[in-house]
């Protein structure tokens, strides 16, 4: 079972950065490695996905170009770099880890483990 272990998250002002990390308790080449966030009052949505090999990535629409999903391979850790902060990014944030099979997936059900999650809060 793969453990999954968030930090990085804070408060921060609208339009600020933070890059959020998702440690791994073990090598994870045989994962897609995802990003979520659930806002207050809001069902859990997706924001990014990385597979390992390439590596290839793949974001949600509205946030392509601000959020950048990265990994460090001989830290089993992947990264979210979040720009030009907005008071709706404000959420908790969740990294989840899929077997890798067939294309890279968004609906969170097929994610096999979880992180705890980090809140991340954006003033206005």
């Known amino acids: 079972q793969v453990h999954l272990v968030e930090s990085g998250g804070g408060l921060v002002q609208a339009g600020g950065s933070l890059m959020l990390s998702c440690a791994a308790s073990?090598?994870?080449?045989?994962?897609?490695m995802g990003w979520f966030r659930q806002a207050p009052g809001k069902e859990r949505e997706f924001v990014a996905v990385i597979r390992w090999s390439g590596p290839t990535t793949y974001y949600a629409d509205s946030l392509r170009g601000r959020f950048t999903i990265s990994r460090n391979n001989a830290e089993n850790t992947v990264y979210l770099q979040m720009t030009s902060l907005k008071p709706e990014d404000t959420a908790v944030y969740y990294c989840a880890a899929r077997f890798i099979e067939g294309t890279l997936q968004t609906r969170e059900y097929v994610y096999n483990y979880w992180g705890q999650g980090t809140q991340v809060t954006v003033s206005s």
């Open positions: 073990e090598r994870i080449f045989s994962y897609d």
